[in-house]
């Protein structure tokens, strides 16, 4: 497995009224990601999966629909005990 070598940050945007940060992540391998975290939270949209191109307004929109994955796992655990 690589290693990251560099964080760039690439800036806020404000994607449906929600500010977010995109970064890119370097890899010793030569490879690069970005990540997308909410200013207000901190919240990293992108801990399922980063993004291997700097991700669109629309990609990121959808990020922001998905429920938080802490609270998809506690509505698992609550619908596997019911």
């Known amino acids: 497995m690589s290693t990251i070598v560099r964080s760039i940050d690439r ?4 994607v449906a009224g929600v500010e977010v ?3 890119e992540l370097v890899w010793a391998d030569g490879g690069a990601s970005f990540e997308v975290h909410r200013i ?11 993004f291997d191109q700097p991700p669109t ?6 990020l922001l629909r998905q429920p938080p994955l802490c ?3 506690v509505g698992l655990f609550l619908s596997l005990k019911l």
Request: glycine fraction near 12%.
């Open 11 to 14: 800036g806020i945007r404000v």
């Open 21 to 23: 940060r995109v970064t």
């Open 40 to 50: 207000d939270t901190g919240d990293d949209l992108t801990e399922d999966g980063c």
């Open 57 to 62: 307004d629309k990609q990121i929109e959808n």
């Open 71 to 73: 609270q998809d796992r």
